[in-house]
């Protein structure tokens, strides 16, 4: 069935460091690709996104690629800040349907 | 525009007790998912309504876990009796028809069964 596989965490970073979380997936066909993010205490939220090969997702100085050829969707920051701190989930999904999730990867940034 | 509402946002009980939760969804919203967290892994699909009917059930225990969302607006469930394992984040979710790529996530229910 499909699945996806994070970069096992926790990720510490120094303040403006470069950020990548790697993700991997494995579905039929061609799938959605999500990346989430749960902020402290808040409920996990969409933080970009991207429906087909080559396509980029880009959102609040983060993106990622759909690489086909790799199956992957990693997630990328040139310079994070302390607010990036949070969880982050990749997820996939097959022609609309349910959201399969990573296992999440826990980001702190320290000033 | 109000988000997704859950109420407990924390519960401890007893295994074999019973517990619920409540969701409600954003306004409009004609999908609604229930997901459980348990720490350290990813949100899995436990049951997706579409209005009042039940689209996905496949992953709920449905021995001892059930939902209901009787007139298409908020949903509850319940888990009767609780098990030690059941100790997760229980997540609310709602999409608009149509969009069940983009889901708009409530705060969560964190269950701690002693």
Known sequence: GDSVTQMEGPVTLSEEAFLTINCTYTATGYPSLFWYVQYPGEGLQLLLKATKADDKGSNKGFEATYRKETTSFHLEKGSVQVSDSAVYFCANSWGAQKLVFGQGTRLTINP | ?114
Do not use: M
């Open chain 2, 1 to 114: 525009e109000a988000g997704v509402a859950q109420s407990p946002r924390y519960k401890i009980i007893e295994k074999r007790q019973s517990v619920a939760f409540w969701c409600n969804p954003i306004s409009g919203h004609a999908t609604l998912y229930w997901y459980q967290q348990i720490l350290g892994q990813g949100p899995k699909l436990l049951i997706q309504f579409q209005n009042n009917g039940v689209v996905d059930d496949s992953q709920l225990p449905k021995d001892r876990f059930s939902a209901e969302r009787l007139k298409g607006v908020d949903s509850t469930l319940k888990i009767q009796p609780a098990k030690l394992e059941d100790s997760a984040v229980y997540l609310c979710a709602s999409s608009l028809p149509g969009a069940q790529e983009t889901q708009y996530f409530g705060p969560g229910t964190r269950l701690l069964v002693l």
